[in-house]
C-alpha cells in the first residue's frame, strides 16, 4: 500500500493537476475529475489490485495467466505489454519535469528564493526553459537516480521513506494551503476551482479531466496491479482502494487550494502551462520567514514523491525483462532507461529549439496526451472489462471475500458498466460523434 500511495502522489498531482485544472477553466474541470476519480478510477484501482493479487506476476504475466485460467485468449496479455510501454513514455516527460524540480532546489540552495519577484519568478523559468543543456543535465540525473534504485532493486528503502514523508509533504501543503488563505486572491481562487461553469469545459477539457485522473492514479497500466500482488490477503480490497484513492484526490486538492490563490494575488494567468507552480511557489516562499528552507523542504519532498512514482513507471518493464530473459536487473535497466532518456531528450528540445508538432501539440505535449488522454484510460477500460466479465467466477468471489454484498455490487456494476461506458463515450465525445 505505501508503495502504490508512492506511485500515486507525485507530480501529477501537485505540477500536472494546477496546470491544467487552469488550462481547462478552473471549477468545471475539477467537478469532472473528482467524478472520474470516483465513479471510473476507484473501480480501476479495485480491478487492479484484485488482478495483480489474484495473479502474482508482472502485468503482462498477470493478464496472459488470469486470461487462461479463465479460458480466454491470450492477447489479453496485450494490456499488459501496452501498459509498460506507456510506463517508459510517460517517464520520458516525467523525468524531465522531475528535473525541473532539481534545478529549482539547486537555485534555492544556490541563491536562495527570498529576494524572488514576479519579474524575477517569470524570469528564472524562461531562463530554465531556454536551456536544453540545463535541461538534459537535470534530465539525466534524475534517470540516473529512478534506474538506480531500480538497478540495485532497493525500492522498499524508498518506499519505507514514504511512511514519513507522505505526512510531511501534506503538511507542507497544508502550510501552504494556511499561507494562501492569508493572501488577497483567496476567495477567487475558491470560486474559480469550486464554482463550475460547464461552458467553458467542452469535450477536450473533459477529456483531460478523466485523463488527469487516470494519470494522478496511476491507473490503467499495470502499475498498481503489480503492487497488488503484494497486498496481503486480510487486508480488505475497498479498504485499500479507498486509501490510495483518498490521499491522492486529497494531495491534489490541497495543491490547487494553495497554488491558485498566489496565481489570482499575483495577477498571473490560470491557463500559464506547465510552469505554473513554478512562476507561483517561489513567490510564496519568498515572503515566508525561513522561506528559503522551506522551499528546501517542499520541493526536496516533491522530488522524492516524484522519485517513488517514476520508479514505479520503470519497475515493471525491468522486472518483466529479468523474468523474461537472461537479463540481469543492471543491464535490463541501462536497456529500459534509454528509451526514455532518447525521448526525453525530444521533449525538453520540444520546449525550445525544436517546434515540430504532432497532431498540433509539441512533442513534449504531445506524449503527455497520448499516454494521459489515451493509453491509461484505453488501459483502464481493458482492466475493468477483464475483471468485471472476463475473469473466472471463482477467482473473483476468492478476492472479494470478506467483503459486504453491496460493496461487491457496486463495485461490478462500476467495474462493468460504468469504467468502459465512461471511457468511451469520452472519446467518442472527443472524437466528435455526438456532433458539433
Ligand atoms: N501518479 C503519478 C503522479 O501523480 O505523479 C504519475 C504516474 C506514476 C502515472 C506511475 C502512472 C504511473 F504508472
Redesign the pocket.
Known sequence: MLAASG???????IW?FPYVAGENGGGAFVCVYLLSVLLLGLPIVVSEILLGRCGQRNPVDTMRVLAERSGHVRAWSLVGWMGLAA?LL?LSF?SVVAGWLLHYLFLDLIVGMQDMTKAGALAAWEHLLSSPGRLLLWHSVFLVLSGGVVALGVQNGLERMVKVLMPLLLGMLLLMVGYALRTSGFSSAMAYLFKPDFSALGASGMLAAMGQAF????IG?G?IMAYGAYLPREVPLPRAAGWIVGV?TLVALLAGIAIFPLVFSHGLEPGGGPGLIFQTLPLAFAQMPLGSAFALLFFGLLLI??WT??V??LEPSVAFLVENTRLKRLPATVVLCLLPFLLGIGCLLSLNVWEATFFELSFFDFLDYLTANVM?PLGGLFIAVFAGWFLKREMLARELEGTSLWVRRTWLFLARWMAPLGVLVLFLYQLGVFGA
Open positions: 506511485s500515486a502522489v507525485g507530480l501529477g498531482n500536472r510506463g510517460i516525467y494519470f494522478s492514479l496511476s497500466l502499475v491522492d514523491a516524484a512514482s517514476s514505479s513507471l491509461l
